[in-house]
């Protein structure tokens, strides 16, 4: 016996995040799916998810610390430039994945 599962457009919001927590288990696979496809065709897998902020984050403690001498402002260096990567890097992939979302439609 097969179950049809239809989802509609509701107009309140109270509804779309009940909708969200009940179907959470999908949103998980397909959130886990795009992760897996994005980093299956390297060589350390999904382990580049980590390995390229840190390297990142590396180079510009080495750039701006050691060779422009910027002052960490009593913060350790590390922890300062990581801080500031966070949000830079949620904006970048946000507008670069949404502009590619937007082509993929055209």
Known sequence: MEHELVI???RTEGQYW???FRYRELFYFLAWRDVLVR???TVIGILWAV???FLTMVVFVFVFSKIAK???GGLPYPVM???GMLPWRLFSTSVSEGGNSLA???
Do not use: M
């Open 8 to 10: 509609e457009a509701r």
């Open 18 to 20: 009940r909708n969200l």
């Open 39 to 41: 980093y299956k065709q």
């Open 51 to 53: 390995v390229r902020p």
């Open 70 to 72: 910027l002052p960490g």
């Open 81 to 83: 430039v990581f801080a």
């Open 104 to 106: 993929d439609v055209i």
